[in-house]
């Protein structure tokens, strides 16, 4: 199996930006170079929800309308690594954000939960106002 773990969290004021990471280890030969990848967020009491997501070499890339403009998902298979970098950030970012793995092949990127079959277990992003 693959272990996904995300770091980068924080406490940061609105406008402000964070940079979360999400490292894969454990079994990722022939597995995170080939699958998508997406970002979800859970606050409290809220069903989780997709944010973002990016295709097994990177050159499709989706986001949830209200982080267009502010959030970019990006990774670097060398490094079995995926970003979100997070700017212009605002109070109703606040959530848990997870990373997870595909469960299909990667040609393109999904954004439902059910198509993903390996995740995090979250860093919290807090913005206050």
């Known amino acids: 199996q693959v272990q996904l773990l995300e770091s980068g969290g924080g406490l940061v004021q609105a406008g402000g930006s964070l940079r979360l990471s999400c490292t894969a280890s454990g079994r990722t030969l022939n597995v995170w170079n080939v699958h998508s990848m997406g970002w979800f967020r859970q606050a409290p009491g809220e069903?989780?929800?997709?944010?973002?997501?990016?295709?097994?070499?990177?050159?499709?890339?989706s986001y949830v309308d209200s982080v267009k403009g502010r959030f970019t998902v990006s990774r670097d298979n060398a490094k079995s690594t995926m970003y979100l970098q997070m700017n212009s950030l605002k109070p109703e970012d606040t959530a848990v954000y997870y990373c997870?793995?595909?469960?299909?092949?990667?040609?393109?990127?999904?954004?439902?939960?059910?198509?993903?079959?390996?995740w995090g277990q979250g860093t919290q992003v807090t913005v206050s106002s």
């Open positions: 997870a793995k595909s469960r299909l092949y990667g040609r393109t990127c999904y954004d439902a939960i059910g198509d993903y079959d390996y």
């Open positions: 069903e989780r929800e997709f944010v973002a997501c990016i295709n097994w070499n990177g050159a499709i890339l």
